[in-house]
Nanobody, 122 residues
Framework: VQLQASGGGSVQAGDSLRLSCAASGRSFGANAMGWFRQAPGKEREFVAT???????TYAESVKGRFTISRDIRKNTLYLQMNSLKPEDTAIYSC?????????????????WGQGTKVTVSS
């Protein structure tokens, strides 16, 4: 199983980016997936998660600005990030669970992709 994240870059505050996470090796259509991020010198933190049949869940810090979605046919997870702030600067990683239930706990995820770097300057 591979999760390949892409779409990071360097942007100005207020700009938008869309991250993608292409899955291969198994289908995640019925499974929960999520985005996490780790800023320099900080611990990894939850960003957003999407499951099967229920609404997504977001960290308070990104609620209203970020949108998680998925294309089941393409087996790809997305994170649309709008109104980016310097504090959003981090390495963003996608993850998948064997379970359909969403989770904000990184330890509950079974599969991880490599990160994609997002840098937001003021």
């Amino acid at each position: 199983v591979q999760l390949q994240a892409s779409g990071g870059g360097s942007v100005q505050a207020g700009d938008s980016l869309r991250l993608s996470c292409a899955a291969s090796g198994r289908s995640f259509g019925a499974n929960a997936m999520g985005w996490f991020r780790q800023a320099p010198g900080k611990e990894r933190e939850f960003v957003a998660t999407i499951g099967w049949g229920g609404p997504p869940t977001y960290a308070e810090s990104v609620k209203g600005r970020f949108t998680i979605s998925r294309d089941i046919r393409k087996n790809t997870l997305y994170l649309q990030m709008n109104s980016l702030k310097p504090e959003d600067t981090a390495i963003y990683s996608c993850a998948g669970r064997r379970s359909a239930a969403i989770s904000i706990d990184a330890k509950s995820y079974d599969y991880w992709g490599q990160g994609t770097k997002v840098t937001v300057s003021s």
